[in-house]
């Protein structure tokens, strides 16, 4: 019940996100992060998405891990699940990719 309300409350808070981020007051993106948040914190799906998008994007990536480094408690925590994943090489040199198939785990 508590994921199913948490899910809900997510994804209304993205859609009025959505539909407030045109206007001149400054709701859109908080409902946007707050929404995106929430929906992290209970799904896995969404934790990888938002991966795949930080792996995609430095721009975001590094605002992510700006808002990480200032933040504590579960939210710091919901946030490290969307690190995009490393792999070392042999000569143990980290590589950005992302890892896929039996090895991603949450």
């Known amino acids: 019940m508590k994921r199913i309300l948490l899910t809900v409350l997510g994804g209304l808070s993205i859609l009025l996100g959505l539909a407030t981020v045109w206007l001149p007051l400054p709701t859109g993106l908080p409902l946007l992060a707050f ?3 929430l929906l992290v914190a209970t799904h896995s799906w969404a934790a990888r998405l938002v991966r795949r998008l930080r792996d995609r994007s430095q721009r975001l990536n590094a605002g992510m891990t700006w808002v990480e480094d200032r933040t504590r408690g579960h939210m ?3 946030l490290r699940l969307t690190r995009p994943r490393t792999r070392k090489r042999a000569a143990g040199k980290a590589v950005k990719k992302p890892i896929h198939g039996a090895d991603a785990t949450l």
């Open 76 to 78: 710091a925590r919901v």
């Open 35 to 37: 929404g995106v948040f």
